[in-house]
T-cell receptor
Framework: NAGVTQTPKFQVLKTGQSMTLQCAQD?????MSWYRQDPGMGLRLIHY???????DQGEVPNGYNVSRSTTEDFPLRLLSAAPSQTSVYFC????????????FGEGSRLTVL | GNSVTQMEGPVTLSEEAFLTINCTYT??????LFWYVQYPGEGLQLLLK?????DKGSNKGFEATYRKETTSFHLEKGSVQVSDSAVYFC??????????????FGKGTHLIIQP
């Protein structure tokens, strides 16, 4: 049971570098999303997708790009990393839109120096 | 807008103690309410949910009742174990709140259970 798989689990970047956080799910879920988790802030929605070819912005989208070419994959791209993007990133998926019942990956810890 | 307020902790209890983690919310519509749990080094998992007023969600000995009159969804467990040590997130889902799933999370409560 793979569920939601995120890679890498840990990454250190220098300011200005770019990278992609990968997310894949094998449950055929239409809805996928990316959150960031910061101390004292809870989880904040970055981007989400309601199906292949459809993406939209969440609460904190600046500095991030997403695409959804397949149902399974939903990568998150940092175009020019900044120290403010140091965080733990979670990918989540859901089989039914609007239920609030999410399946989360194990997270990717990103440090930007 | 929607918001969820919960104690941040850490909350430290002895094994077999009674647990209450308070959660109150503000919502414009008629939200569903959730508790998610995050064990060390893992992603969040859905613990329980309630979709309408007076509903009680329960799982793994935890329970919470949706109280519309007090806008609350407090998490309780009668006898906690060391394995319950985790961060607990209260959340609401209001389709009118945006983001497709309309989920709004609280900041999380770190629970530490000592043997």
């Amino acid at each position: 049971n793979a569920g939601v798989t995120q890679t890498p689990k840990f990454q250190v970047l220098k300011t200005g570098q770019s990278m992609t956080l990968q997310c894949a799910q094998d449950m055929n879920h239409e809805y996928m999303s990316w959150y960031r988790q910061d101390p004292g802030m809870g989880l904040r929605l970055i981007h989400y997708s309601v199906g292949a070819g459809i993406t939209d912005q969440g609460e904190v989208p600046n500095g991030y790009n997403v695409s959804r070419s397949t149902t399974e994959d939903f990568p998150l791209r940092l175009l020019s990393a900044a120290p403010s993007q140091t965080s733990v990133y979670f990918c989540a998926s859901s089989p039914v839109l609007g239920t609030g019942e999410l399946f989360f990956g194990e997270g990717s810890r990103l440090t930007v120096l | 807008g929607n918001s969820v307020t919960q104690m941040e902790g850490p909350v430290t209890l002895s094994e077999e103690a009674f647990l209450t983690i308070n959660c109150t919310y503000t919502a414009t519509g008629y939200p569903s309410l959730f508790w998610y749990v995050q064990y060390p080094g893992e992603g969040l998992q859905l613990l329980l949910k309630a979709t309408k007023a007076d509903d009680k969600g329960s799982n793994k000995g935890f329970e919470a009742t949706y109280r519309k009159e007090t806008t609350s969804f407090h998490l309780e467990k009668g006898s906690v174990q060391v394995s319950d040590s985790a961060v607990y997130f209260c959340a609401l889902s209001d389709p009118t709140g945006g983001g497709a799933d309309g989920l709004t999370f609280g900041k999380g409560t770190h629970l530490i259970i000592q043997p």
